[in-house]
């Protein structure tokens, strides 16, 4: 028994990411409960209108189905596309409310689009409705989390591909396991979600899973939400 656990599967983060991730995951079960659990995940057949065409409208019809999932109201946000570029997306406050701005260009992509304004809206929640601060270490890894908790993280993870090297967010393999321990909380040991991805995050997700899976009967570990 004991080289069947020493050789059991590895934890695909490093430790400290791994203690990251559970001890973030148990504050925002605290902070918003286990609904947004229950919910399905939201994938892209199910969330971009047809005929998208990455206009003022669709963008808007957008932010307020994302806005209605991650629980926040709608009228306190303002969306802006500009012609210039505006990097990854930006967000402001103008007399209060918030103000997510992205370029056309970014908004032509529905995928990119819903990741970024997911992201954005986490930073609503966790800095706007002041359950921390604005300079906390971790604030642009947190948010990433959010919209993994909230069911968005499929839009997230494709992002994180295209962008791993410049992204401030969570990186690909951090990524992929915040999918897994999101499929973890929701009981799924093989989500049929999965197939959004793509092969290298799916493995990815599959080899968290693995991990959960055999950690959850190492009466050692100390990880539990």
Request: charged share 20%; net charge neutral.
């Amino acid at each position: 028994m004991l080289i069947m656990r020493w050789f059991g599967p590895r934890c695909p983060v490093s430790p400290e990411e791994d203690a990251w991730m559970a001890s973030s995951l148990t504050w925002l079960v605290g902070e918003f409960g286990r609904g947004p659990l229950e919910l399905p995940p939201v994938r892209p057949m199910d969330l971009v209108p047809a005929g998208y065409t990455g206009g003022v409208q669709d963008a808007r019809t957008l932010l307020d189905a994302i806005c209605l999932r991650m629980a926040v109201d709608p009228v306190r946000v303002e969306l802006e596309l500009h012609s210039r570029q505006v990097p990854d997306g930006h967000l402001r406050l103008r007399d209060g409310h918030p103000v997510i701005a992205v370029a056309f260009g970014h908004a032509a992509d529905p995928v990119p689009l819903v990741a970024t304004i997911a992201h954005e809206l986490g930073h609503v929640l966790l800095v706007g409705d002041g359950r921390i601060k604005p300079d906390q270490a971790d604030t642009e890894r947190l948010a990433d989390l959010v919209t993994v908790y909230f069911g968005l993280g499929l839009f997230g993870s494709r992002v994180a591909v295209r962008c791993s090297r410049s992204r401030a967010g969570m990186t690909l393999p951090l990524y992929a396991y915040a999918l897994a321990n999101y499929a973890w909380l929701r009981g799924e040991s093989a989500p049929g979600w999965l197939g959004d991805l793509r092969f290298g995050s799916r493995a990815q997700v599959r080899r968290g899973l693995r991990h959960l899976a055999y950690r959850a009967t190492d009466p050692a570990s100390s990880h539990s939400l």
